[in-house]
């Protein structure tokens, strides 16, 4: 398993994504601690990586651990965000993925929002890419997280809140061509609840184990987590 912990009490109504990231393995299930029901947005997969996007609409309140049941997996990353401003009945607009062999652009393909102020979320990965170079967003764009499981893999996020819905595509640049694999989502805005903002960031966090828990320590390990909330 791999669990992660948002780090102040999620806020109800909101909407809450959890971004996953293995090597030789699958997702069995996915639960919490306040009984949410998490949505599979679906898989982008490159080889033996993958990326993985699941998401709750109108969360409950309170303190929430996220822990996925995973089989037959080596390494792992898990990131979770809570964004508020989402709507909170029907949030996912649309999805894309994409993958690539030996490619400096790591791109889950072209996405046009149905509506303004909507949030594109995008996660890539990829395996034999320099180590811990920097990646390149997308433009507009903005990094929120990335993940090093070891030296010869990544995982990485970032978003965009988009004014006017216009043709976008949440892609990275590597720093040296590697095989990547990348999924994107689009959020509605509820406009009766504000814009969509990050309000906070949490952590990176990694346990020593290859099967463990993670929270708050940060050490040497084959399992990182990155907490951000919104």
């Known amino acids: 398993t791999i669990s992660g912990t948002l780090t102040t009490n999620v806020r109800g109504g909101n909407l809450l994504i959890a971004a996953l990231n293995i ?14 029901t998490y949505v599979p947005i679906g898989t982008a997969r490159y080889g033996n990586d993958r990326n993985y996007l699941y998401y709750v609409k109108d969360a409950l309140p309170g ?23 989402v709507d909170w009945i029907a949030p996912l607009d649309q999805t894309s993925f994409g993958s690539a062999g030996t490619s400096t652009n ?15 979320f995008s996660l890539g990965g990829d395996f034999v890419s320099g180590g811990t170079a920097a990646v390149t967003t997308a ?13 010869n893999e ?3 996020t970032e978003e965009l809140i988009q004014t006017t819905a216009a043709q976008t595509n949440g892609s ?19 406009p009766t609840r504000g814009t969509i903002t990050l ?28 907490i951000v909330q919104v």
């Open 23 to 36: 090597f030789t393995g699958t997702v069995i299930n996915v639960s919490d601690t306040r009984g949410n």
């Open 63 to 85: 303190s929430t651990v996220v822990t996925f049941g995973l089989g037959g997996t080596d390494l792992r990353s898990l990131e979770l965000y809570e964004y508020s401003g």
């Open 106 to 120: 790591c791109s889950p393909g072209n996405i046009t929002p149905s509506q303004n102020n909507s949030l594109i």
């Open 139 to 151: 433009p507009g764009y903005t990094l929120r997280g990335s993940v090093y499981p070891t030296t």
């Open 154 to 156: 990544r995982f990485y």
């Open 172 to 190: 990275f640049t590597l720093a040296n061509a590697a095989n990547n694999r990348a999924i994107q989502a689009v959020f509605n805005p509820e």
């Open 199 to 226: 309000d906070a960031t949490g952590q990176h966090g990694t346990s020593s184990a290859v099967n463990g828990t993670l929270a708050h320590t940060v050490g040497n390990g084959d399992d990182r987590m990155l």
